[in-house]
């Protein structure tokens, strides 16, 4: 916990298997409000979330049931917004494109399962497959699953289109988000600089291997339609543009909570948004050393 300019005050939790700790890996996964004062913090591979009180005080564990144990949002009554993570078994898989799915639920504030809001497409991956074993590597522009609490609505779905879809907290379908948008495909020097850049830290004989193992994977369609989505605190979609190959940092599309388009952002390169509140942007950059830092940002809502 910082103060508004940035002091530490206190540290909540820490590593364990006790109330209120969490595992070594990818622990607290996602932290976000609950419902009233409280926060709420996910350990992911434990498949529990903590809630804290607004003093950091432990209060209750939330046990997530199979196979459901990844938290995405918290709705205003303290219902979840869960997902799954598909995993790759090695010798079960050849040579090929791969694209996994997410399974997304609705849960009650005691982890018991409310809705099943049905499976959809995540991202796409290669698999090389050879001697019993398998390489697993990240498709180029792959796209993205999408899970996102919008008020008392859950936006979930994938960036294959330009095409956003909210649910009520029961699963039924109330709102669509279209917009319009340029569809081009992945050039393959475009795919080669691409994996250029994502290994030139390794040594010269992984790249090499890399790209032998590499040789024949395809290319997508089409690069993803946009990137993340985000809601403010008065309700609003945030949804970036897909940053296409050499492009400068794309606007975000501002909808009210309705749906409707209000405006483009620009935001600061290079920032990885985190919050948007009332008058300000949170987010984090990082530096050439990997050194990630905390920025806030002032919002003027004039203009929206």
């Known amino acids: 916990m ?17 109330p209120g ?10 932290v976000g409000p609950w419902p009233g004062d409280s926060i709420a913090a996910s350990d992911l591979y434990a498949r529990r979330v903590s809630v804290f009180d607004a003093h950091g005080a432990h209060g209750r564990t939330i046990v997530l049931g199979d196979p459901y144990y990844r938290l995405f949002g918290v709705m205003p009554d303290g219902k979840m917004c869960l997902g799954t993570i598909p995993a790759f078994e090695a010798g079960t898989m050849g040579t090929g494109m791969v694209r996994r799915e997410v399974e997304y639920a609705i ?42 609490v919008w008020g008392d609505l859950i936006v979930i779905g994938s ?45 010269e004989q992984q790249r090499a291997r890399a790209r032998a193992e ?3 994977m395809p290319l997508l369609e089409t690069f993803p339609a946009f990137g993340r989505v985000l809601t403010d605190s ?7 543009d ?34 948007i509140g009332e008058d300000y942007i949170l987010g984090s950059v990082s530096d050439d050393f990997g050194i990630e830092r905390v920025q806030l940002w002032p919002l003027d809502r004039s203009g929206f």
């Open 214 to 216: 590499l040789e024949d």
């Open 21 to 30: 700790e969490f595992g070594d890996f990818a622990a607290p996964w996602n």
């Open 242 to 275: 897909y940053q296409l190959p050499g492009a400068s940092p794309p606007p975000w599309t501002v909808f009210d909570p309705e749906g409707r388009v209000l405006g483009l952002m620009e935001l600061p390169p290079d920032l990885s948004v985190r919050e």
């Open 234 to 240: 008065r309700g609003h979609l945030w949804v970036e």
């Open 107 to 148: 849960a009650s504030p005691d982890g018991s399962l409310h809705v099943a809001l049905g499976t959809y497409p995540a991202s796409e991956w290669y698999i090389f497959a050879e001697g019993g074993g398998m390489a697993v590597y990240p498709q180029p522009f792959r796209h993205s699953a999408i899970a996102q």
């Open 2 to 18: 910082f103060d508004a300019s940035g002091t530490h005050l206190a540290s909540w939790g820490g590593r364990g298997e006790g």
């Open 159 to 203: 960036n294959d289109l330009y095409e956003i879809r909210a649910f009520t907290a029961d699963g039924a379908l109330t709102r669509i988000v279209r917009r319009e948008h340029d569809v081009r495909s992945p050039t393959r020097a475009e795919s080669d600089a691409h994996l250029d850049e994502l290994y030139e830290d390794r040594t």
